[in-house]
């Protein structure tokens, strides 16, 4: 099996649980966020052939490029007696669905000085862990093949014989081409590979893009636009001077987002910034005015701020329009949203709301939306939603070929973050300045919005999902029923939907559940060999651990600290015990351990404050990789580690890691990786957890609630 294939064959599909990055699902490469080498290739070769390579991947060259940053580098021996492959995948396992046939691959590239055109390379699609025919990039593709400067390459999709058009395209694989001399090297650069419909649009662009601001932080400077309307204008060209005059292209983003953060090199320095619109041909717009910010040291309560207005904007910018709902990724024309998901983005934005990043009218409008949608449109069985809904008609949307199934791990983190909205909107909410029927139409949206959360709240039947008035289960589906839910239970994530469960003023769960569910971590390990039950490996709720220096009553050190973390975000664990462990101090001692850990494993290179660790899900053949989410987020329990870390990160790594959305979801230090995608866990987790470390906002929010008030009170004190 040839090495592209193996790699795919280990890579784990993760299906909806990461948002795309910014760029269009059809952009195979754009730039890499990481200089040296690009992680999502692979290269080799026999015989007399050679590819340069970098620990097996493509090179990369930052000096010559036809969008901002980077191209890939295939420098190459071809013989008669030898051969060589060089394959390019989408990145995290993404993969994309041809939509046409008359759909074309694109991509752009450049003949270095010398280059031999019988050299040029052949081209094949990958899919999964196929390929079709081979097919040579030839004049008829290119036009006139000119060294020293940027062709062109534009090939049908219909002319790759053996193409699977049900199949979704993983990648592209360039093999050897003509054969040429011994020891002759020939080099050509490749950029902006995607896969583009046959007529592209057209459009005017004799007028000027338009920037609207830019504002400097210690280390990097937020650019903001205006968004164009014009459909056919693709993309927003950054260019960056340190002088005013001689400007460089720094980055190119999709209209799908109206800011950048540009991290840049040095502080103390003033950075000027103008901008250009591309069409879909990548022809420029007259540049806009030139904008100026300077770049100085901030304090770290400045850092934390900056920190928290970039995670909030990631929600801010992924709201569905006809739902209000989280949508699933950036582009337009989807519109389906997470049900789970929009539970972290109304945490999130609830801060921002607080801290004035998104105003009080708009905060009201958005929530107002999404308790709409959720009564009148939104697919429901006993008042628990499916994972993923369609934003326009409110039904389930569901993996093919499959039945529809209810989560109640995602109604529970909806449901919590309604809490949240709707004791924010009642308790801190303040209209002021309203005059007449606009002051009228406020306060009916507002009264009617929390009504509506408590009617949501209250019409979920969790005893409904209870067997046996003993165990929560994780989902139902009106086609199977509990054939293929999980029982819940255990530290982590399912404690949240126990919570609720035992809260509900209408259907709640009773106390045998909290004590045989609850207390009880399940783990599925086979079938029954006679009926083909579902066999679990039962484990008791406490550890009682000794693990670096630190008793742990409850925790796993080897568990993503995250999934300890997930069901705290608005439950306060501070001064919260019962019968399996004190949560407060058992988180606080769960960090330092797992952070003690990190740093005799060497995850953070040099450097002990770069720690938080987890296994790539995607690639987990691979060593574990640094997760931001982790060592930020502990700010509400460790903020003297997680303070150091979060600058350790925005200085040493934030060139690559943080954005206008915040940190990305991870990166990999020893493989020389980075995640271009962002998990809204990830990017809730961080603003929110900082929150309630410095005024526990959404903590007192959520806990305020009379219904969950009386189950603290009932179960999470040693004197009851």
Known sequence: MPKY?????????????????????????????????????????????????????????????????????????????????????????????????????????????????????????????????????????????????????????????????????????????????????????????????????????????????????????????????????????????????????????????????????????????????????????????????????????????????????????LIEFNSGMHKVNFQDEDAVVNVEETGYSLLATTVGASNGLISNRLYLRRVSNIVDFLTQSAEQYYGVYPFMLDGRSGKGVFAQDTASFVSVQATAALMQGLIVARNYLRERLVMRGEEGNQAGNVEERLAATIKGIDELWSRVRWDEFAAGDTVLYDSWSPQTGFEYARPMGGFGGDLLSYVLALSSPTHAIGREAYEKGFGVRRTLIGRDSVDQHPVYLEEPFRTDTLIYGYYLDVGRINQNLLESYSPFLAFDPMDKRDQYADYGLSLTRLTQAYKRRDNEMNAGNVSSDIWGTAQNELEAAHLPVIVPAISASSFAYTPELAIRSIRRMYEDYGAVLFTEFGFRSWISIHDHQVSDSFRALNQAAIPVMIENGRSGLIWNLLMSHEDIDRTVRTYFHLDN
């Open 5 to 317: 294939r193996t790699l795919v064959a280990i890579i784990i599909f993760l299906g909806n649980s990461f948002a795309f990055g910014q760029d269009y699902s059809q952009v195979l490469f754009a730039n890499s966020v990481l200089p040296g080498n690009y992680g999502y290739s692979l290269v080799s070769y026999s015989g007399f052939s050679w590819v340069e390579n970098v620990k097996g991947k493509i090179p990369l060259i930052d000096t010559i490029s036809f969008t901002p940053r980077n191209a890939l580098s295939l420098k190459y021996t071809s013989s008669i007696r030898g051969s060589w492959e060089s394959a390019i995948y989408f990145p995290e396992n993404r993969s994309y669905k041809l939509r046409e046939n008359d759909e074309v691959l694109s991509f752009r590239i450049y003949l270095m000085e010398g280059f031999d055109l019988q050299a040029l390379p052949k081209i094949a699609v990958l899919q999964g862990d196929s390929c079709t025919d081979k097919i040579t990039i030839q004049n008829s593709y290119t036009g006139q093949l000119l060294p020293g400067e940027w062709l062109h390459v534009r090939i049908p999709i219909r002319h790759f014989k053996g193409l699977n058009h049900g199949s979704s395209v993983s990648g592209i694989v360039f093999y050897q081409g003509g054969a040429t001399g011994l020891e002759v090297v020939n080099q050509l650069l490749i950029d902006q590979i995607e896969f583009i419909p046959a007529n592209l649009p057209e459009t005017d662009l004799s007028y000027p893009a338009v920037l609207n601001s830019v504002r400097a932080y210690e280390k990097h400077v937020d650019v903001e636009w205006q968004l164009p309307l014009d459909p056919g204008i693709r993309y927003v060209k950054i260019y960056r001077s340190v002088d005013g005059k001689n400007f460089e292209a720094v980055a190119i983003r999709p209209i799908l987002s109206s800011k950048y953060t540009d991290m840049v090199p040095v502080t103390n320095r003033t950075y000027y910034y103008k901008i250009t619109w591309l069409d879909h041909r990548y022809l420029e717009s007259p540049f806009s005015v030139v904008m100026s910010a300077s770049a100085a040291p901030i304090s770290n309560d400045a850092l934390l701020d900056a920190v928290q207005a970039a995670h909030i904007n990631y929600f801010d910018k």
